[in-house]
DNA sequence: AGTTTTCGAAACGCGACCGTTGCGTATCGT
DNA sequence: ACGATACGCAACGGTCGCGTTTCGAAAACT
């Protein structure tokens, strides 16, 4: 936690509201798109009707503020059933999708893919936050399957979920009004690359 | 072209080397990851060693600046040989790989993913002109790939087209000094791929 | 009741960048 | 030579956000 250190209780104690409003507001920025060098506090202040000095006294700067922020997302983590690999695959390609849709899950995406040059110290602790772990659930229904004989026993792991999560990145970041990410695109993506994944 | 019309040949007559120096500045920040909206005439101008004026005699804002000095990129554009098809997609996604490295190539990636939201007329521009033509290439490589019997004929090319180059470019944006491309990656991807893509 | 701390609001001085203008110089056509 | 235009440079007034300070009111404690 990167909150400034609060007082002992002796007077008027920080308002709860206050700090969920602020940390939605930057939340909602974040994902409407907006970048952490674009994000202002002023701005933040405004959207959560707050003013500058309540965020001032909580967080020392504003990559404290995105950190503390994000770290209160608690984001869909897929939970793969277990029973077999096209399904677990294919649950969690929709849970990418979903968050493609939804204004906080947005954040993902945008944070990952836009803040890793600019604010490296950042993107670490939402790597190590977010990503790996997701990463980690990923590699392991990739090796449940090759442990079962599902897939082939010299799968290449890495190249095979960036064959994936690459395939679904790709078309929600290049998705909106224009180009909407197909519903179905997550059984098609899994099961055109199972075709080459399978055990023979 | 959006460039202001220039006068007729009366007094003295623009600078090439200004303009080129104005051109290289530009693509140079925006290949280093400065967004466009950080990207201001200024800096443009002390990078350019140019006066500001020097700028607004040519472009009326920003945005058209930017669109000129991103016609003025002629990237590579890859030749499938034809041969066969694993060599033509190894090549394209070797080409991709190259652009992730040289400052100027990163000029591609940096527009088409990060500034489509904010710029959708540059965005609409530079996908008609840049991403398009290497997407249809793209496609023309698999199509062929079907029509001679090398894949399968009943083979999704929008999803495996997304398989490639989202794995690629998930990469590519995933790089830094801490995350290295492998270099055979295209060999590797390309060839878990075709395992799945190769007639029987 | 009195103390302490937080609240939202407003204003501060500071710096970055905007797009424009004027300056003195340089380089072209006539 | 001379007029026209472009050059780099510096300064302009204006906007925005920074991080800080001050203010009166509100809300907890002893």
Known sequence: M???????????????R???A??????DMI????TVSELSIEAVANRAGVGKTTIYRRWANKEDLVVDSLATLRLPMPEPGGTDVRADLIEFLKVMRSES?????????????NEADRYPDLYRRFRELVIEPRREAFRQ????????????PDLDVEVAMSMLVGAMLFHTKMSGPAY???????ERLVDE???GFRAS
């Open 2 to 16: 990167t909150t400034i250190q609060e007082s002992a209780g002796r007077g008027r104690p920080r308002s709860e």
């Open 18 to 20: 206050a700090e969920k």
């Open 22 to 27: 602020i940390v939605d507001a930057t939340l």
């Open 31 to 34: 994902g409407e798109g907006v």
């Open 101 to 113: 849709g939804e204004l906080r899950n947005r954040c993902i995406t945008n944070i990952a893919l």
């Open 141 to 152: 229904v990739l090796r449940r399957g090759m442990a079962t004989g599902e897939l082939r």
């Open 180 to 186: 909407p990410v197909p519903g179905d695109l997550p």
């Open 193 to 195: 690359a199972l075709r």
